[in-house]
């Protein structure tokens, strides 16, 4: 699997607890979601990817919530 920008000397990757939903940021502000039960990881495409015109630096933290609704997401540049 590819995905671009994704060269970080620390890679911090998120899964919830029952690993449903898996999510990886990248070095652009981009935050790759798979949902595991779909065969996402496996075919090597995410279900969803998210970006924020206001976070353009590495996203170093990603979490969900306990319910799965939302996800957070922490770049160097404080967004």
Avoid: E
């Avoid at 671009?4 to 999510?23: D, E, K, P």
């Avoid at 990886?24 to 981009?30: A, Y």
């Amino acid at each position: 699997m590819h995905l671009q920008c994704i060269n970080l000397a620390l890679i911090n990757f998120h899964s919830i607890y029952y690993f449903t939903y898996l999510a990886l940021g990248n070095q652009v502000g981009k935050i790759y979601i798979w949902d595991t039960t779909q065969n996402d990881v496996i075919k090597g495409r995410p279900s969803v990817i998210l970006s924020s015109a206001k976070c353009f630096t590495a996203v170093r933290q990603v979490t969900f919530s306990n319910d799965s609704k939302t996800i957070i997401g922490v770049c160097d540049n404080g967004t």
